[in-house]
C-alpha cells in the first residue's frame, strides 16, 4: 500500500506550538509565576538609589570647550576640593593617598557628565543611596567647578586697568594741552600783555571750545558724542552704564531657559529700555551744559573784545609747532583711548559657565525600577519558559497521541488503549470480559470495527475479509499480548469465529492471561507430535478457540517459517473469521517478519510514553524495507488523567463513565 494515503492534514507551525503550550501550561505558568517572584524579591531586596540632576549652561563657547570642561568637572581637582567641605561621614577630612584614591573611583562610578547636542548645555547627574547626599554633593561640586573658574580667571580687570589708565592719559594730554595754552598767552605773545580779565575770560573759553569741539562734526554741527571725555567722566552716567550691563548680563542669561514673552524677560527687558532711556536723557543733560558754557564764554570773550581792551594776540613759530605736537598727542591719547573702549564693550560677558539648574533632592529613587523590572523578570522568564517547553517538546523520544504517531510514523493510528487497573484476582484477559462497558472494552470495539472499514476501503469490493491479523510491538511488556487477548474475546463474544494463535515461542503468555496450561501448543502441532483438534482450546466462555505456544528459543525461528505454519494458516482461514496471532516482539527477534508475510494485517503496539521514537521507527522499517506492508500502529496503557493534562483530551475519554442500563422488566 502506499504510505502516501495514511498522511494526514498537519496542522501549521503556531497551531502546533499553540498545542504544545497549552499541553504545558502549568509548566509555562509555574516558571513564569517563579520568575515574578524572584523578580519582586530581587526589586524589594536591592538597594535603592537616588539620581540628582542639574544643569550647567556656557555663554558663547565652541563644543571642543564644553567637552573640556565636561572632563574638567569630574577630575580629581574638584573632588579634592571637596574635601574639606563635605560631612566626615561622607569624605574623610585628612585621607590617604590609598582613601583618596578610593574616594576619586567611588566619585566616577558615581558622577556623570554629558553635553547635549547642538546646545551650550552640560547635564549633570550624581547617584547615592541617599537623596539628600545625591542633590548637596552634585551642589558642591558645581559651586567649586565655579569658584576654580573665578580663580583661574581673572576676566575683564586687566581690560578694565588698561581703559582706566587710557583715560587718565587722555586726561594728562589735555591738562598739557591747556596748561601750555596758558603759558603761550601770558610769556609768548608778540604784542602787549592783555589783562586778567580777559586771560580768565579767554581760558574759560578755551576750555569750553576743547569740550564743544568733541560734540561737533565735519560741518560743524553740535551732535551727541558718547565718547566725550565728560559723557565717559560723569559718575551718574558710569552707574547707569554698570545698571544696564548687569542688566544685559542677567537678561542674556535668561534666554537661554525662558522664550521672549516669558514675564521675567519682559520685565528686564523694560528695565533695559528705561536705563537706556536714562543714560540718553543723561548725555543729552551733559551736551546742553557744554553747549551753555561754550555760548556764555564766547559772549564773554567778544564783549571784551569789543571794547578794545586788548589787543589781537598771535604766537611765534615755535610756540605754535610746541602747541601742534601736544594737540596731536591729545588726539592720539582719545584715539586710542576710543578704540580700546570699543574693543572693551565688544568682548564676551565676563562669565564663562553659570548654573541653569540647580539639583534638587530627588522624590524617588533611579534605581531599581520596580515596575520594569517586575516586567523585564516575567516577560524573561515567561520567555524561558516557551523556550524550555519547546525544547523539551523537541527532545522528547516517545509518543504521547496518536497524532504523534501518524506524523512521525506516516501510518495510521488505530487505537488509543487506556491502561488497566490491576487486580491480583482477575486475569488481564478477563478485563473486557467482567468490564464490558469500560473505556477499554469500548476502545477495542472501535479498533476491530476500523479494521474491518480498512479493508473494505482497501479492496474496494469486499470479496474475502483480512482475517489474518498479526500484533507485534518493539519489546515485550508493551501490551501486545493483552490487547491480542481483548480484541479476540470481544469479537468471539459478538458472534464471529476467532482463534487466538500464541506464535511467541520465545516468552509464551497467552496461557498466562487466560490463567490455563500450556501442556499442549502450536510447538506440539508444528512438530508433528499432536494433530490441530487436539491442540486448540475450545473451553473459552466467550466461544474464543486458543492455541497456547511453548517456549523454544532454538527452534521458534525455524518452525514459524516453516511450510506447515503456512498450512496451518491456510487451513484456519477456512473455519474461522478472524485469526489473530500474538508475535514475539519485532526487536528481540525476527519472527515477526516471518509472520507478517503471512498476516493480511500487521498491528504495532507502540506503549504510551515510554517507548522510544527511534525503536518504534527501526521496529516499523523492519516490516517496510522489503515491500509495502499492510501496518497500523496502536498505543497502549494510557493514563487518561495525564493524558488529559498533556492537552489530549478526546474521544477515549467519553466512556469512562458509561454504565450499561439494566433491561426492562417485562
Not at 99 to 115: E, G
Not at 400 to 421: H, N, T, V, W
Amino acid at each position: 500500500m502506499n504510505n502516501n494515503s495514511h498522511k494526514i492534514h498537519k496542522a501549521s507551525t503556531l497551531q502546533h506550538i499553540a498545542h504544545i503550550l497549552h499541553r504545558r501550561k502549568m509548566l509555562v505558568f509555574g516558571i513564569t509565576l517563579l520568575g515574578f517572584s524572584i523578580s519582586a524579591f530581587t526589586a524589594q531586596k536591592l538597594k535603592p538609589v537616588y539620581t540628582a540632576s542639574a544643569q550647567l549652561v556656557f555663554e558663547g563657547k565652541s563644543a571642543a570647550f564644553i567637552k573640556t570642561q565636561q572632563a574638567f568637572i569630574g577630575s580629581p581637582r574638584i573632588i579634592q576640593s571637596l574635601i574639606h567641605d563635605i560631612e566626615p561621614n561622607t569624605l574623610s577630612s585628612k585621607p590617604t593617598k590609598k582613601s583618596m584614591a578610593s574616594i576619586i573611583a567611588r566619585f566616577d562610578k558615581n558622577f556623570s557628565a554629558q553635553p547635549v547636542p547642538d546646545s551650550y548645555l552640560l547635564n549633570l547627574e550624581y547617584n547615592h543611596h541617599s537623596p539628600y547626599l545625591a542633590a548637596r554633593n552634585l551642589n558642591k561640586v558645581m559651586d567649586h567647578y565655579l569658584d576654580g573658574l573665578e580663580t583661574e580667571q581673572p576676566q575683564n580687570a586687566p581690560n578694565t586697568e588698561i581703559l582706566a589708565r587710557l583715560q587718565n592719559n587722555v586726561e594728562n594730554a589735555l591738562d598739557n594741552l591747556e596748561n601750555f595754552k596758558q603759558y603761550a598767552d601770558q610769556d609768548k605773545r608778540e604784542n602787549t600783555t592783555p589783562s586778567k580779565e580777559y586771560i580768565e575770560v579767554q581760558r574759560e573759553y578755551k576750555k569750553a571750545k576743547a569740550k564743544i569741539a568733541y560734540f561737533m562734526d565735519q560741518s560743524g554741527a553740535i551732535t551727541l558724542n558718547h565718547k566725550s571725555p565728560d559723557i565717559l567722566n560723569s559718575k551718574t552716567v558710569q552707574k547707569l552704564n554698570l545698571e544696564r550691563i548687569q542688566i544685559e548680563q542677567e537678561l542674556k542669561s535668561l534666554s537661554y531657559r525662558y522664550g521672549p514673552k516669558h514675564p521675567k524677560i519682559i520685565d528686564l527687558s523694560t528695565q533695559f529700555s528705561r536705563i537706556h532711556t536714562r543714560i540718553n536723557h543723561e548725555k543729552s543733560t551733559i551736551l546742553h551744559d557744554i553747549q551753555s558754557q561754550y555760548d556764555h564764554a564766547l559772549i564773554q570773550l567778544e564783549t571784551l573784545e569789543n571794547s578794545k581792551t586788548i589787543p589781537s594776540l598771535g604766537y611765534t613759530y615755535d610756540v605754535q609747532i610746541e602747541f601742534d605736537a601736544l594737540a596731536t598727542q591729545a588726539k592720539n591719547a582719545l584715539k586710542l583711548y576710543t578704540e580700546y573702549e570699543d574693543l572693551y564693550k565688544t568682548q564676551p560677558m565676563r562669565t564663562i559657565a553659570s548654573v541653569l539648574r540647580r539639583a534638587n533632592i530627588p522624590q524617588t529613587p533611579s534605581f531599581p525600577n520596580k515596575g520594569k523590572l517586575l516586567i523585564t523578570g516575567t516577560l524573561l522568564s515567561f520567555i524561558f519558559a516557551i523556550l524550555l517547553t519547546l525544547l523539551l517538546e523537541k527532545t522528547r523520544n516517545n509518543f504521547l497521541s496518536g497524532k504523534q504517531l501518524e506524523e512521525y510514523l506516516g501510518f495510521p493510528c488505530y487505537a488509543l488503549i487506556p491502561k488497566a487497573k490491576k487486580d491480583k484476582n482477575q486475569h488481564l484477559a478477563d478485563y473486557v470480559i467482567d468490564n464490558p462497558a469500560s473505556t477499554i472494552s469500548e476502545a477495542v470495539r472501535a479498533l476491530r470495527l476500523v479494521l474491518k472499514l480498512r479493508d473494505n476501503a482497501d479492496k474496494k469490493i469486499p470479496t474475502q475479509d483480512s482475517k489474518v491479523i498479526t500484533i507485534t510491538s518493539s519489546f515485550p511488556n508493551e501490551g501486545k499480548t493483552t490487547l491480542a487477548s481483548w480484541i479476540a474475546r470481544l469479537a468471539a463474544k459478538s458472534g464471529e469465529r476467532v482463534i487466538l494463535i500464541d506464535a511467541d515461542l520465545r516468552r509464551p503468555s497467552i496461557h498466562k492471561n487466560f490463567g490455563k496450561q500450556n501442556t499442549l501448543s502450536l510447538v506440539e502441532y508444528l512438530g508433528g507430535h499432536n494433530k490441530l483438534e487436539e491442540v486448540i482450546n475450545t473451553n473459552d466462555p466467550s466461544g474464543l478457540h486458543i492455541i497456547y505456544g511453548r517456549s523454544v528459543p532454538n527452534s521458534a525461528l525455524d518452525l514459524i517459517s516453516s511450510d506447515k505454519m503456512e498450512q496451518l494458516l491456510r487451513s484456519l482461514r477456512k473455519a474461522y473469521d478472524l485469526i489473530i496471532i500474538d508475535s514475539p516482539a519485532c526487536m528481540a527477534a525476527s519472527d515477526a517478519r516471518a509472520l507478517e508475510k503471512l498476516s493480511d494485517q500487521l498491528l504495532y503496539v507502540v506503549l504510551w510514553n515510554k517507548t522510544p521514537r527511534e525503536v518504534v521507527h527501526n521496529g516499523i522499517s523492519q516490516f517496510t524495507q522489503f515491500g509495502n506492508a499492510r501496518i497500523a500502529t496502536v498505543l497502549t496503557s494510557i493514563d487518561l488523567k495525564k493524558h488529559v493534562q498533556f492537552g489530549y483530551g478526546n474521544a477515549v475519554n467519553y466512556y469512562s463513565n458509561y454504565k450499561e442500563c439494566p433491561a426492562p422488566l417485562k
